[in-house]
């Protein structure tokens, strides 16, 4: 064998080695999780009749006769979120955050399975028919604000932990995306949690959920291009 064959034999192998192909695949998912959940909810809002995205935050879409196709796409991204998790384990480990930011991250997904089953409340006039107003609140609904709360804790704890990371690495603007991104959730479902039905309230909470997605993906692709090196 010559030496540029043993070369190039040499930077293959790592491309083909079973445990990263294992971590990119897993690292996969945390791109179609987020894209998937928006592309699907973004449609459903667009097309429901009766819906408002100003008025209604994307889990209203769990009540109605279509409400099932909202329920299975909690479903699903929970699952795919839960195996980002995994491959983010992988990717991270040795070093800050190898521990609790997949933790963090799996229980997100974990809370997104939470809210598929258990289902908003109808409210604010969704689905069609539905009372103006809040409405009363069940005990799914409540379970369903629950699951939210500790989920959306959750992901602003792994941003916050992924920003610590990256502080140590050097690595500022990823940083300061961690960071913003981690504050823009917790504030977005204070605000919303609170009860605030204002177009202002609902279009943020709706903007911020966009922007953790964007995050995830970004992570993700951050770690694939990583472990591929």
């Known amino acids: ?72 796409t909690f479903v699903l991204t929970g699952l795919m979120t839960i195996a980002f998790a995994a491959g983010l384990r992988r990717a991270l480990r040795p070093g800050r955050g190898a521990v609790w930011a997949p933790r963090l991250a799996g229980a997100y997904g974990a809370s997104l399975l939470a809210a598929g089953a258990f289902r908003a409340d109808p409210a604010m006039g969704f689905p069609a028919g539905t009372p103006e107003g809040p409405g009363q609140v069940s005990w799914h609904g409540l379970l369903h604000l629950a699951s939210g709360g500790v989920g959306f804790a959750c992901l602003v704890a792994a941003c916050l932990v992924m920003a610590a990371r990256f502080s140590r690495e050097g690595r500022r603007g990823w940083a300061a995306f961690s960071r913003v991104t981690g504050v823009a959730v917790l504030a977005a479902f204070a605000g919303i949690a609170s009860g605030a039905g204002s177009p202002a309230t609902v279009l943020s909470f709706t903007a911020a959920v966009v922007l953790a997605w964007a995050w995830v993906a970004a992570l993700a692709v951050h770690l694939y291009r990583r472990a591929g090196a």
């Open 1 to 72: 064998m010559t030496q540029q064959t043993h070369l190039a034999t040499a930077t293959a192998a790592p491309a083909c080695d079973p445990a990263t192909a294992t971590t990119r695949s897993l690292l996969g998912y945390g791109v179609l999780a987020g894209p998937f959940y928006v592309v699907v909810s973004l449609t459903e809002a667009l097309t429901r009749d009766g819906f408002d995205l100003s008025r209604h935050s994307w889990s209203l879409l769990s009540n109605g006769d279509l409400g099932w196709i909202h329920v299975a």
